[in-house]
């Protein structure tokens, strides 16, 4: 059993399809890219496993639970973390308040701040800029602080949207490895990617979304070889 099972996916916006029965797995430990174009829905797809968005049909299982009806505020409780789509950091808050924000499920304050220990190893710019308000950092930084706050509920699996999206080609390596490291740490990764160049080089296997449905799918370093990938997705 795959530690999240998709089956079959239908999303609608209105009497717009926007996912058209998609089906695909994420296993324990996995690195999994979910790419496409713009409007493919990506973005869709992952607010409908984080219980921002309802299903009209199919299925979502999540460590053996169907999760489908599940609102997003409980999947943080069960190991499931979200990195939204344009970062989406509290701007009058300071680094820390918006880091412990990501801990609200967390009761025990000493692994909360074990937590925060381990966040900030990862990102020692978070831990020197902790009481800068969040809306002052760089847009590579406020990535790094949307990981961080994420990273914060201890998750099991983090979901994240576009992370590299307008980062400079500096920050975007950075970024990159990061996820590396989270998913070293143990940690399964749901990562919807425009940049399927860095996201297939880092998963392990990828899905290609085109206007709904998914295209195309397999191991990411056989995707990067295949030609259709090569010639839709892989060109600057
Ligand atoms: N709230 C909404 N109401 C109506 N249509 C929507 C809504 N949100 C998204 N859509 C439509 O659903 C489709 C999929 O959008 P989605 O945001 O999931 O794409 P995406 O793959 O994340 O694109 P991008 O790479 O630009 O972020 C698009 O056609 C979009 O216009
Ligand atoms: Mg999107």
């Known amino acids: 059993m795959a530690m999240l099972e998709v089956r079959d996916l239908e999303v609608y916006y209105g009497v717009i399809q926007a996912i058209k029965g998609i089906s695909f797995d994420v296993d324990q430990g996995e690195i999994v890219a979910l790419i496409g174009a713009n409007g493919a829905g990506k973005t869709t797809t992952l607010h409908t496993i984080t219980g921002l968005i309802n299903a009209k049909s199919g299925k979502i ?92 509920s201890h998750p099991r699996m983090i979901v994240m949207d576009e992370p590299s999206m307008g980062l400079s080609p500096i920050y975007v390596n950075e970024i990159f490895d990061i996820i590396q490291k989270i998913n070293g740490d143990g940690t399964t990764v749901l990562l919807v990617e425009q940049n399927a160049k860095k996201a297939l080089s880092i998963a392990d296997k990828a899905y290609v979304l085109e206007t709904g449905n998914i295209a195309l799918s397999g191991d990411a370093k056989e995707l990067m070889n295949n030609d259709q990938v090569k010639k839709a997705y892989l060109s600057e």
Do not use: C, W
């Open 61 to 152: 299982v999540y460590e053996g639970t169907d999760i489908t009806k599940i609102p997003g505020y409980k999947l943080v409780g069960m190991g499931i973390a979200h990195v939204p789509e344009g970062r989406r950091v509290f701007a009058t808050l300071t680094v820390l308040q918006n880091l412990k924000m990501g801990a609200y499920t967390r009761k025990d304050k000493e692994e909360m701040e074990a937590t925060l220990k381990m966040v900030y190893s990862r990102f020692p710019r978070l831990e020197e800029r902790k009481n800068q308000p969040a809306g002052t950092l760089s847009g590579g930084e406020q990535q790094m602080l949307a990981m961080g706050r994420a990273l914060m």
